[in-house]
């Protein structure tokens, strides 16, 4: 098949689009470098360097690719900036991608796997997050992540294009060749891997007095691999729906510490700053529908995995992509 990808010259586009090419899909990249890297572009995709936020430059690429199907991870991702700029997060997660959506319409793509996030979800009722719990963000990124799910559900009914909302919790991890980084960093496995290789000198706990065993937060991690696959199923979907995608298992912020200091030898010095609005004490998916639905099956549902492969990565490039 022929899947053109947006926003894959970031972390989770890069990964999905290396592991598409890798079983035999072709793959055009479009992504306009203000997140991702050149070097994040796998050699083998095409890539075009045009914004989603001008019509022409989406409309001319969907056009001229005739893709068999979209995935479409571009976008704003910093919960925190979201709260202060929360402009930057309605035009380009929800107004640009609208001409996303159009150029599909239009090019005749009938297929459409979407970005989606935890954060559509806010502080959940219950943990494990099932699909049916209520979604009902506490910041600006979750809601247009939220908005952009209620338009591709009106653009089926009336265009008939077909989209699986995949919501991720914590992607982490690399494959040989590509890994996480962001031009600003707020995930915790590469910031504290920084800290094990020298180039930050503590990692931040934010809170330490959560309703949890050892007082931080707790989060789920699936590895960029087990991720990826989950997209490749998804191609196979015939309606559209929404699935969590997280591995069911939660792990603190000190658990995740610990693992590094175990993965890397190096102790790790922290700090305990104060907690940050909105985070809730646990955020735990339930992966019971993507594995009956779709037989996803992750092959790294552990966090030491997950840990090793991300510092690999960064021991063989300590700078990231260098840009
Ligand atoms: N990283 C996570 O743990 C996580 C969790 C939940 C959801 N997500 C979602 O997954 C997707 C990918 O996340 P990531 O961590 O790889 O982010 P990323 O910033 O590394 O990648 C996003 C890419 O989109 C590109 N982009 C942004 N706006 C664009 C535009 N207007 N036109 C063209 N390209 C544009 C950026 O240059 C970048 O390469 C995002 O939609 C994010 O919301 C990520």
Known sequence: MHIFVTGGAGYIGSICSEELLNVGHAVTIFDNLTEGHRKAVDSRATFVNGDLAKRKDIMTAVAKAKPAAIM???????????????????RNNVAAGINLLDAAVEAGVTKFIFSSTCATYGTPEKVPIDERLPQRPINPYGL?????????????????????????????????KFGEDHRVETHLIPNI???????????????????TPDGT?????????????????ALGAEKSDSYNLGCGEGFSVRQVIEVVQKVSGVPI???????????????????????SQLGWKPKFPRLLPIIESAWAWHQKYPNGYGD
């Open 72 to 90: 479409h991870f571009a976008a704003n991702a910093l919960v925190g900036e979201s709260m202060t700029n929360p402009s930057k997060y309605f």
């Open 144 to 176: 247009s992540k939220l908005m952009f799910e209620q338009i591709l559900n009106w653009y089926d009914k009336i265009h008939g294009l077909v989209h699986v909302n995949l919501r991720y919790f914590n992607a982490a991890g690399a494959s040989e």
């Open 193 to 211: 891997i920084k800290v094990a290789l020298g180039q930050r000198e503590t990692a931040e706990i934010y809170g330490d007095k959560y309703p």
């Open 217 to 233: 937060c707790i989060r789920d991690y699936v590895h960029i691999l087990d991720l990826a696959a989950a997209h490749m199923l």
């Open 269 to 291: 010095p922290v700090k305990v700053q104060p907690p940050r609005a909105g985070d809730p004490p646990r955020l735990v998916s339930s992966s019971h529908k993507i594995i």
